[in-house]
């Protein structure tokens, strides 16, 4: 009897983990009233973020007890925010997966006060050693705010090193050929045709299948890769839509001195990644608006590992590899460039010639 793969049992897990969180998700997306909050650093919170974590901390906790976990989010104001407290555990006691599904990830959270001890069971510091997950429970929270695109993200983080990465992305069509274009960044639906979950472990590949938010079916998905690039001109690439996220003049000037003609796709989250490893966009750039600004790890280590798989490269502007191993944050790297293997040689070369004489 053959065995199963590397990592086989964390990647059903996280694929259903992200699934019933991104049916929770939807259901917010789909109201008028989201329940924001501002954090310390002035970005957005919502009943979607908060609703998610708990439900991916909870699968997790119980297949994988003694892992630790690195969240975005903690509970503190929700500790006194009464109101808000009671409309996320509407959402968590009333969002399940149907089948055998619910009953792999544990089934529901017993009460809204434990609910609030599992989203802060996020709080791990991260590091080099043993096994870490990276959660961001909606990636682009502005992006979900707007009607744009966002990502449920989770990754499993071996001694520094991204093994699994699955991403929910509501919002983008299920069809790989639909390539990326500025309208998919506001005005979306979740509707029919919409909505895709990518994965990948490393050294098995990438794939991707339907968001089926509904189901918790065994589904291996279809295989995914990057689009070969034979002419850099004619590449689409991406960028986040808020400016504070990356320096878009310096990545325009280096789209000009590649010799790319189309305007650059703006969209939240690791949506962009998702959208490039199965070949529906190119190139990726996320490059410093600020010297000394660290990226964190849940913005990434899912992506990073996609894209890897699909047959992509990602670096920092510099060329070294992202170091998931630093903490929480990715400290010793600054800016993201990802793209095919075949030309990320050559982009990294004009990001370093054009960032050369660029003071932050």
């Known amino acids: 009897m053959s065995s199963a793969p590397p990592y086989a049992k964390e990647l059903r897990i996280a694929q259903l983990a992200v699934q019933r969180a991104a049916i929770l998700t939807k259901s917010v997306f789909n109201t008028t009233s989201k329940g924001t909050l501002s954090k310390s650093d002035h970005s957005p919170v919502t009943v979607g973020d908060f609703g998610a974590q708990a439900l991916i901390i909870s699968a997790l906790k119980y297949n994988f007890a003694q892992d630790e976990i690195v969240a975005e989010e ?17 959402y968590v006691k009333d969002t399940k997966l149907d089948g055998e599904g619910e009953k792999e990830l544990g089934g529901a959270i017993e009460s809204a006060e434990s609910m609030l001890d599992i989203i802060d069971l996020g709080a791990s510091q991260g590091g080099s050693k043993g096994r870490i997950w990276a959660i961001d429970p909606i990636d682009g929270t502005k992006g979900f705010l707007r009607g744009g695109q966002y990502a449920v993200c989770l990754a499993l983080i071996v001694d520094g090193k991204v093994k699994v990465g699955v991403l929910g992305c509501p919002n983008l069509p299920v069809d790989d050929s639909a390539r990326i274009e500025n309208s998919m960044g506001k005005d979306q639906q979740d509707s029919e045709g919409k909505g895709v979950l990518i994965s990948a472990v490393e050294g098995q590949g990438a794939t991707g299948r339907a968001l089926s938010a509904s189901t918790g079916g065994k589904d291996d998905g279809r295989s995914i890769s990057m689009k070969p690039l034979e002419d850099i001109t004619k590449a689409s690439f991406c960028e986040s839509v ?26 939240d989250s690791q949506a962009k990644y998702a959208s490039i490893a199965r070949g529906a966009g190119d190139i990726y750039l996320r490059l410093q608006v600020k010297r000394g600004y660290e990226e964190k790890i849940w913005d990434h280590a899912a992506g990073v590992v996609i894209v890897r798989e699909a047959g992509g490269l990602v670096t920092d502007s510099e060329g070294k590899e992202l170091d998931f191993g630093r903490g929480r944050t990715l400290r010793g790297n600054s800016g993201i460039v990802a793209a095919p293997k075949g ?3 050559r982009i990294l070369d004009v990001v370093k010639e054009v960032s050369a004489g660029v003071k932050l």
Request: glycine share 8%; charged share 30%.
């Open 242 to 267: 808020e400016a504070a996220h990356s320096n878009q003049s310096l990545q325009a000037e280096i789209a000009k001195k590649l010799g790319i003609v189309a305007e650059s796709v703006r969209m």
């Open 343 to 345: 030309v990320h040689g």
């Open 74 to 90: 903690e509970a503190e104001e929700l500790r006194t925010n009464t109101d808000l407290r009671g409309k996320i555990w509407g």
